[in-house]
C-alpha cells in the first residue's frame, strides 16, 4: 500500500479559544470562538496585518476542529492569509503545520473529506445571505432524500456506516466529518440518530 504525506495546519492551544459547554457538546463548525482580551498583552508586538491573519486562522480552525487541511493556496482563498504570514505565526509559537504519513487512499478521503467541508462551510454563508434559498439549493442536490434515507441504491446499515468513517479516520465527536464521508460515499446526509449511534461506537473503539 503507497503512502502519502499528509499535511494540517493546526492553531497551538486551541482549547483556549472554546468554552467548557463548546468543548463538551458543540461540533465543527463552530459558529463562534472566543477572543481573549489578554491577547492585547501577550499578543501585543504582533503588528496588525500579523494579528489579523492569526484572528482569521483561529475563525478558520473552528470551522474545521482545528485540522486545517494545510494547502496554503486554498486557505488565501478561503481566509486572506498568505503563506508568509502563516509562516511568520508559526515562527512566533501561534500556529504549527503537522506532517503525518499515511496511505493513499486515506490521505484522499482527507482532502476529499476537508474540500467538501469548506464548500459546505461557504454555502451555509451564501445561505446565511438569502434566507430565500431552499434546502436543495443549499446542498447542491436537487431532490435529496430526507436525513438517515439513501435516495438510490440498497440502504447501508449502521455498521457499513461506521466502517466508512473509520477508513476515513473520522472521530466519534466530528459530525461534519462523519456527514462528509457518508454523502461521499453513499449520497445522503446522516440522521441525529445514526450520528448519535456513530458517535458512540467510534469513542468506543477509540477507548473513550
Known amino acids: 500500500m503507497s503512502e502519502e504525506l499528509f499535511q494540517r495546519l493546526e492553531i497551538l492551544d486551541w482549547g483556549e479559544f472554546l468554552h467548557p459547554d463548546t468543548r463538551r457538546k458543540c461540533k465543527a463548525p463552530l459558529r463562534w470562538?472566543?477572543?481573549?482580551?489578554?491577547?492585547?498583552?501577550?499578543?501585543?508586538?504582533?503588528?496588525?496585518?500579523?494579528?489579523?491573519?492569526?484572528?482569521?486562522?483561529?475563525?478558520?480552525?473552528?470551522?474545521t476542529d482545528n485540522k486545517t487541511v494545510y494547502k496554503p493556496e486554498w486557505i488565501r482563498r478561503r481566509a486572506g492569509v498568505s503563506r508568509q504570514a502563516i509562516d511568520k505565526l508559526s515562527a512566533r509559537g501561534l500556529v504549527r503545520v503537522v506532517t503525518k504519513t499515511v496511505n493513499s487512499e486515506k490521505a484522499q478521503q482527507n482532502q476529499t473529506a476537508s474540500q467538501e467541508i469548506a464548500r459546505t462551510n461557504l454555502e451555509v454563508d451564501q445561505h446565511a445571505a438569502r434566507p430565500d434559498r431552499n434546502r436543495s439549493e443549499l446542498n447542491g442536490k436537487e431532490g435529496m432524500a430526507s436525513a438517515g434515507i439513501r435516495p438510490n441504491g440498497r440502504q447501508p446499515d449502521i455498521n457499513e456506516l461506521?466502517?466508512?468513517?473509520?477508513?476515513?479516520?473520522?472521530?466519534?465527536?466530528?459530525?461534519?466529518?462523519?456527514?462528509?464521508?457518508?454523502e461521499t460515499k453513499y449520497g445522503f446526509m446522516p440522521s441525529e440518530k445514526q450520528h448519535h449511534l456513530l458517535e458512540r461506537q467510534l469513542n468506543d473503539r477509540a477507548g473513550k
Open 33 to 63: 470562538c472566543k477572543l481573549q482580551t489578554e491577547f492585547l498583552d501577550t499578543l501585543g508586538d504582533l503588528s496588525c496585518a500579523d494579528m489579523g491573519a492569526y484572528i482569521r486562522l483561529v475563525m478558520l480552525a473552528a470551522t
Open 162 to 182: 461506521l466502517a466508512a468513517c473509520i477508513d476515513a479516520g473520522v472521530s466519534g465527536g466530528d459530525w461534519t466529518g462523519q456527514r462528509t464521508v457518508i
